[in-house]
């Protein structure tokens, strides 16, 4: 049984249905139900992971085969990228049991997460439209819940409307692709629309990957991105910022793979032209900032707008450009842990705003490291693992001859180092205030940040063996 994937959604489950009965019992005593249902599941990842192939395997549930049945897709990459998922959600626990359980509705919160750790990782497995829907649906309630936090009630609003109205596309276009094609099974769906009119594929495929922006912060429906990031709790921040927005860019790519993969050429060079029009916005915003949650909310905008371009151009010719599309998932990892220790950190600190977070690396000098690590792999400078994401994307671009995409994405980048350097240089060459309150960081948030250092020093000086891992996460007759 442990072999299954359809544990790493069920467990979570399972662990909110106990939350309100050990509620009754003890307050207190739930805040540890999310911590050990997300501990289980990174148990049952490792051992799928070391049991699965690279090949794409079909899990059905119920019985039923494909594609009648509901089934959940995986391999050992897919893992990984799950793995890095349901690792910052840990984190991300962990930093509330310790720093923000006592600030809010402690069940409300702590149920609300461990749906969200379910939904997004059916978001992830499911090889199914309409399930991935559902899942899309349970993330979506919620992320209402958490980024209510710290009463962010303007920016809950504002995600509410956004995430509803790309719900309501998603469900149009999968009632749509089920009238046309029979089935809600991606993989058969795609063989099913071979015959369709190529302008109608068009229209189904820009209402799934609009909806689907609301969640993974690409143009145009991710307006509550920065507002969001900004005004919820930390815990809040690193689940949009890691987990949930990871979740949804890795859904937008299996569609596109597994839906839309037959030469529909011009689908996907509008998508690389919407994915680096979000990377250029998302940098020049970023840019002006001067409070580190913003600037990490739109560069996190930019990186989704970079990946999911990477990826448009990888399958344009109808079949997967392999170092491209790798380069691409080394990207979207690098991003997970990158993005998350630079929030985490700056939570602990206590401070987001320039002003306040002037030469606190004088105060604070350790805790200021390791952010330094993260935002070094951000932008790329080596030997952190986001050097080795951007150069074999870089490399990859220029074999395949698309000097204007990587033209586009140096200048891009030109913006991107200026901005977090800018922060580096606030933290440790300004002067400190005096009158500023300096938070105390306990040894188990320091051990929080060396876990998440460590993967990007890892995969620093392992890129070639990371690579290999999480390279052809589709293939296996599916392509």
Known sequence: MINEPVLLIV????????????????????????????????????????????????????????????????NSQIGIILFAINLLALIALIFFLKKEFHLVNSFAYTLGFIIAISAVNGMVLT???????????????????????????????????????????????????????????????????????PHFIVVLSVMFIVALSSESELLPLNAWVPKV?????????????????????????KVLVLVFKGGYEYLFNSLTIIGLATLLIGEFVAFK????????????IAQAGLIISAVSVSLKNGTITDSIFNAAMFQLLNNI??????????????YYSFEKLKGIAGKKKFASILITIGVLSIIG??????????????????ANKMIIFVAIFLASAIFEVYYYLRFIQNMYYEEFDSKIKINQISAVSYFLMISLSFMIIYIGFNPSSVMKTISDIFTGGII
């Open 11 to 74: 467990i979570p489950l399972f662990a909110g249905f106990l939350i309100p009965i050990i509620y009754l019992i003890s307050k207190k005593a739930i805040k540890y139900i999310p911590i050990i249902a997300v501990f289980y599941n990174l148990f049952v990842l490792i051992r799928l992971i070391q049991i699965n192939s690279t090949s794409l395997s079909y899990f059905t549930t119920g019985g039923y085969k494909v594609p009648f049945g509901i089934n959940l897709i995986f």
């Open 127 to 197: 090889g199914d439209l309409f399930n991935l829907f559902v899942f899309m649906e349970l993330a979506a309630i919620a992320g209402y819940i958490i980024a209510t936090h710290k009463r962010g009630y303007y920016p809950s609003f504002l995600y509410v409307i956004i995430s509803t109205f790309g719900s309501l596309l998603f469900l149009l276009g999968t009632i749509t692709i089920y009238n046309v094609s029979g089935t809600l099974n991606m993989a058969s769906v795609s063989e099913n629309l071979v015959d369709v009119s």
């Open 229 to 253: 990031y900004e005004k919820t709790s930390i815990t809040g921040s690193i689940f949009f910022g890691s987990v949930l927005s990871t979740a949804a860019l890795f859904a937008v790519i």
């Open 289 to 300: 900032q001067r409070n580190v949650r913003k600037i990490v909310a739109y560069s996190s």
């Open 337 to 350: 842990f990158a993005k998350g220790l630079i929030l985490l950190g700056v939570g602990l600190l206590g």
């Open 381 to 398: 400078m080596p030997p952190f693992a986001g050097f080795w994401s951007k150069f074999f994307l870089i490399k990859s671009l220029i």
